[in-house]
């Protein structure tokens, strides 16, 4: 089964508001929304990905797959992994509508090096 893969820590966070740093920029404050487990892949941007044609795809850098139990996750998220690297949600997928697992098209946004 696919929720057999399921070995990933990942944090859903979003932002919160904005603070003002000691050197007096501006810079994002997160809340976290929770904690979840799933497996996250590479996506492979061959000839499959120009037949769906969709803008989403084209920006997806990665594929989470996750319980369908999950389905609270928004595209205005971020997820974090557990090396700290950030990913923007692009798409959240249902596949066929069947609620056994959902597929999260993410974008790579960085990594959060202050929080190692």
């Known amino acids: 089964m ?11 966070e979003y932002e919160s508001s904005t603070v003002k740093s000691a ?10 929304v929770a ?8 996506m492979n941007k061959g000839v499959g990905s120009n037949q769906v044609g ?6 997806a850098s990665h ?3 996750c319980s369908s139990t999950n389905s609270w996750i928004k595209p205005e998220y971020k997820i974090k992994d557990s090396d700290n690297n950030i990913y923007r949600v692009l798409h959240i997928d249902n596949p066929i509508r069947r609620n056994h697992h959902l597929e999260i098209y993410v974008e790579f946004h960085g990594s959060d090096m202050l929080s190692t």
């Not at 696919?2 to 859903?12: A, G, K, N, P, R």
């Not at 904690?35 to 590479?42: P, V």
């Open 2 to 12: 696919i929720s057999d893969y399921y070995d990933q820590d990942f944090t859903v």
């Open 23 to 32: 050197l007096g920029s501006w810079k994002p404050s997160f809340t976290t």
């Open 35 to 42: 904690t979840f487990k799933g497996f996250m892949d590479m």
């Open 54 to 59: 969709a803008q989403w795809l084209d920006s």
């Open 63 to 65: 594929i989470i797959g």
